[in-house]
């Protein structure tokens, strides 16, 4: 940013204090300033805003919106902040929209929907639905924001029945870069409507989702932890599950092999309906633990153990996405190893957590996708059975960081190498929820998606303010101009 513009920033700070909303302008010296920096899961994300404004309305993100794009200051969004990556929901020297006093959950019983503020994070939303008995096709980590999640696609334990988080949205209130507020739905602003599900904030900020309401008895799952020695089965497991999710839809898992000091593969169960069909399959025994929504389910907050420790403030997310194959199951986890035994070089305490997270990413996902109308992912083209693979480091210093980064980049693509030599082993489809900076997520969606993408774009913000002022996150107009992505 330049000083200028700097400059600009703390006298548009100074302005919206004298706007009458100056009870939600935060300034450096304010300790809910420092509060809400320190609330970012990941370090690099905690930068340095000249001020941060939390509106309270769609009527004050409006405002806030007009006097940002008026003075061509530039901006940055934030829902719930666990995006790891600096810069992609923050700012230095000028201003942060926090989106978190949005946060509401209402239900309505005569029409079965939700309305869900973007601020709120998902132990919030199915804390309130469990009043009524209900869930909605959110987040598995109830700690991740609501908006970020769904608008970068979102995965829920519903997917194999309901599609994608974004599917289920039956529509987004959205403030546009003039100030405008409207309504997207499949019918109305329809252009509009698709291309937020699953095009992150390239068109607007989303103020409202009004997402159909599901009935719900409770998640049964649990977490199950192997030696080392039983990779092999393990991978073998998790590629017959995947196979078998289409015949039944209800199930779930995420499986992790894991360095947390003591190495090991794991796999977590979660399932909507009681039912163990879903394990006798692929060989596991796994007795049903009923647990409140509100938990997130056995296998959110089991996850959520390992992947929020405290002193280890510093984490890379870097994902790709493969064929449902053993092979390159087993060809993830060596190479995982290697990473680990570097990393002990390095760091002689092993003191550091790193995952081979792998999980189903059946085709029929993207058939219930379509069957909602689609989205702008291009996962409703997948042709095969595939498996969505991140690679996860948590750190305590930069140093550590720029040591392992290289790494990690090597392991993916050193990953995707091996994969090739398998006959349509690679998808080149990138998750965005996943995606680290420097991956072009919106490219994979396909030249189709990404020509829609454009123009929903240029016709609702024709002065580009959400992909000039508003630096964050992944910018259709960065999409490398190369051959696009098929899966």
């Known amino acids: 940013m330049t000083t200028s513009s700097s400059t600009q920033g703390s006298a548009l700070a100074q302005a919206l204090v004298e706007a009458k909303i100056g009870s939600q302008v935060l300034f450096p010296n304010d300790a809910d300033y420092i509060a809400r920096e320190q609330s970012y899961w990941s370090q690099q994300a905690r930068l340095k805003p000249a001020c941060i404004v939390l509106p309270r309305s769609a009527n004050e993100v409006s ?8 003075k061509e200051v530039k901006f940055a969004v934030r829902s719930g902040g666990h995006t790891p990556h600096a810069g992609s929901n923050n700012i230095d020297g000028s201003i942060t929209i926090d989106l978190s006093l949005l946060n509401w959950t209402r239900f309505d019983a005569a029409s079965e929907t939700v309305d869900i503020g973007p601020g709120g994070r ?5 804390g309130e639905l ?23 696609g979102g995965i829920s334990f519903s997917t194999g029945r309901r599609g ?23 019918s109305e602003y329809s252009d509009l409507y698709f291309a937020l599900k699953g095009g992150s904030n390239n068109f607007g900020i989303v103020t409202n989702y009004k997402m159909h309401a599901l009935k719900n008895d409770g998640i049964f799952g649990g977490l ?51 039912d163990d069909r879903a394990w006798r399959c692929v060989g596991v ?48 986890t060596e190479l995982h190893e290697r990473l680990v035994a570097d990393l002990k070089g390095l760091i002689p305490d092993g003191d550091f957590t790193t995952q081979c997270l792998l999980q189903p990413l059946p085709k029929v996902y993207g058939e ?72 072009d997520p919106l490219r994979s969606y396909g030249a189709e998606n990404v020509r829609k993408m454009r123009l929903a774009a240029a016709k609702y913000d024709p ?22 992505c098929k899966l």
């Open 463 to 484: 002065n580009a303010v959400f992909q000039k002022l508003c630096t964050g996150g992944f910018k259709i107009s960065h999409v490398v101009e190369r051959e696009l």
């Open 63 to 70: 405002t806030i919106v007009k006097a940002l794009a008026d």
């Open 368 to 439: 219930r996708s379509a069957s909602s109308g689609g989205n702008i992912m291009g996962v409703q083209n997948q042709r095969v059975d595939g498996l969505l693979f991140v690679a996860i480091v948590l750190l305590k210093t930069a140093a550590q960081q720029a040591f392992a980064y290289p790494r990690i980049r090597a392991w993916v693509e050193e990953l995707k190498a091996y994969a090739a030599t398998i006959e349509n082993g690679n998808f080149d489809w990138v998750y965005l929820n996943y995606a680290d900076g420097s991956q």
């Open 224 to 274: 199950k932890i192997y030696p080392k020695q039983v990779t092999p089965q393990a991978t073998e497991a998790l590629v017959r599950f995947t196979a078998s999710v289409a015949s039944d839809p209800d199930s779930h898992m995420l499986w992790f092999h894991t360095y947390t000091g003591i190495q090991r593969p794991s796999r977590d169960h979660g399932y909507v309906q009681a």
């Open 122 to 126: 998902w132990r919030d939303v199915y």
């Open 285 to 332: 025994r796994c007795r049903a633990g009923k647990q409140p929504v509100r938990s997130c389910s056995p296998c959110c907050t089991s996850a959520s153990r390992v992947l929020i420790v405290a002193h280890l403030t510093r984490s890379t997310f870097y994902t790709a996405t493969f064929a449902n194959d053993a092979r390159i199951a087993a060809k993830a």
């Open 164 to 186: 994608f988080s974004c599917d289920d949205v039956i529509s987004f209130e959205v403030v546009l870069a003039d100030g405008r507020t409207v309504t997207a739905t499949a």
């Open 130 to 152: 469990e009043k009524h008995s209900r869930i909605v096709a959110g987040g598995r980590n109830g700690t991740v924001g609501v908006g970020g999640l769904v608008l970068g």
